[in-house]
């Protein structure tokens, strides 16, 4: 897979995030017992109440981990407890922070995949992101024209057979950081813009029929999680540099 090679450093002890930064944390969803119980304990009643609602233990311990790290994460912007943030959620179920505890315009998103989280955090701008696992046997051309616009299905039917899975997985990664970017979920129709998907090509919005200006308005990045994952961010504007950190357990407080 061909997906440009980023570093995921260990943050500084103080984090700082400028307007024109973007930062990308990636973490492990499998964490040891003590640490689990130290996450689930800074969630508030209502994400315990969701978190036991998944029929599988592993599913229930991803959720309380992913949202366990989530308020670590956010808490060392906010020089804030993490059990002291507090989520409210649109119409589509995107969370964003609530006001009250001064969230200094601070904007996130998440996304899961087999154990593997990625948290993207910026200032003032609408962001999304989206990792998926590579599956085997997966049935490309078949979802391409179920999911995909038609420009998206020809332009992976004109791949050569072996880049197709890579295309299919940079296209389905970058239509939903869209997505969530937008956070209006799939009221948006999946074929109603266009995302690249030739590897090795520059992620890009190439259409959308929401405005003509759209297009211009966005930028899409590709993100190399993890051998066996596919990822992309998508944000509001040009003008921002990423960083990516990698979270550690042992950052727990
Ligand atoms: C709900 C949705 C965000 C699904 O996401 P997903 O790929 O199943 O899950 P992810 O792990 O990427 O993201 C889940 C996180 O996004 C956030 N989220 C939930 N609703 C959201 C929304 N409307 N917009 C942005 N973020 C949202 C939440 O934090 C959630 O994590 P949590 O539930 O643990 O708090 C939505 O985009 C969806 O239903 N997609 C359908 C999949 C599809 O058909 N895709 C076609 C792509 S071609």
Redesign the pocket.
């Known amino acids: 897979m061909t997906a440009p090679s980023l570093s995921w450093n260990s943050p500084p002890q103080t984090l700082i995030l400028p307007s024109n930064a973007v930062h990308v944390w990636r973490a492990s969803l499998h964490v040891s017992a003590s640490d689990l119980r130290t996450l689930e304990g800074t969630l508030t009643a209502d994400e315990c109440k969701?978190a036991e609602r998944f029929y599988f233990q592993k599913h229930r311990e991803h959720?309380i981990a992913?949202?366990g790290v989530?308020r670590n994460i956010l808490s060392r912007y906010l020089g804030r407890e993490p059990d002291q943030l507090r989520f409210c959620?649109?119409s589509?179920?995107?969370?964003t922070l609530t006001e009250e505890i001064g969230a200094e315009g601070l904007c996130f998103?998440?996304?899961?995949?087999h154990g593997i989280?990625l948290y993207a955090v910026t200032r003032h701008r609408e962001i999304?992101?989206?990792?998926?696992r590579f599956r085997p046997n997966v049935a490309v051309e078949r979802?391409a024209e179920r999911?995909?616009s038609p420009r998206e299905a020809a332009a992976l039917c004109a791949l050569p057979e072996h880049l197709r899975k890579e295309g299919f997985f940079n296209?389905?990664?970058r239509?939903?950081a869209y997505?969530?970017?937008?956070?209006?979920?799939?009221s948006i129709p999946?074929n109603a813009f266009d995302v690249s998907l030739t590897p090795g090509e520059p992620a890009e919005l190439l259409r959308a029929e929401s405005h003509p200006q759209e297009t211009s308005r966005w930028s899409l990045q590709v993100l190399n999680p993890e051998p066996g994952y596919a990822a992309a961010l998508a944000v509001k504007g040009h003008d921002w540099e990423l960083k990516c950190w990698q979270w550690c357990p042992m950052q727990v407080v």
Do not use: V
């Open positions: 969701r959720f992913g949202r989530l959620y649109n589509y179920g995107k969370p998103n998440l996304s899961h995949s989280a999304g992101i989206d990792i998926e979802l999911f995909f296209c389905w990664t239509k939903e997505i969530k970017a937008e956070g209006k979920g799939l999946l």
